[in-house]
């Protein structure tokens, strides 16, 4: 399976432009391993080998960082199956709101009420738009 298709490949890339790269963009794309309880939520790709987005691999510390594209290609859980793309994945928040959400629950979660009080704690604490976190 592919990690993206054209379509989330080409904004994938326009997010990671230099001009678009400290704004706070919803994830475009979700990775994981079917057999190993690994996930990434994808936002930018910021060259041909590196993509940045938010990492859970499974071990109770979320975080934002860069991702090597090559790395997750090869990538093999416990029975040897490949990193596969959520084929459903449909983000309706920033990737702030899914880090803090992540952070909380110590893993990423897509429920619908976290995301939401999630989002409601960064506006009551910031209620300008919220810059990248992690950079």
């Known amino acids: 399976m592919k990690l993206f298709t054209k379509a989330q490949y080409d904004k994938l890339v326009r997010n990671g432009l230099p001009e678009n790269r400290d704004k706070d963009h919803a994830p475009v794309v979700k990775w994981f391993t079917p057999d190993a309880d690994m996930t990434w939520l994808v936002s930018e790709i910021v060259d041909e080998q590196t993509a940045f987005g938010l990492c859970d691999i499974g071990q109770c510390e979320p975080e934002l960082g860069y991702i090597s ?43 619908e009420s976290e995301l939401d009080q999630a989002s409601q704690r960064l506006k009551k604490s910031s209620p300008e738009i919220t810059p990248k976190l992690g950079l």
């Open 69 to 111: 594209i090559q790395e997750i290609m090869s990538l093999r859980g416990k029975w040897g199956m490949p990193v596969e793309r959520d084929l459903h994945f449909d983000a309706k928040y920033p990737m702030s709101v899914f880090y803090d959400a992540a952070r909380l629950n110590q893993y990423i979660t897509e429920e």
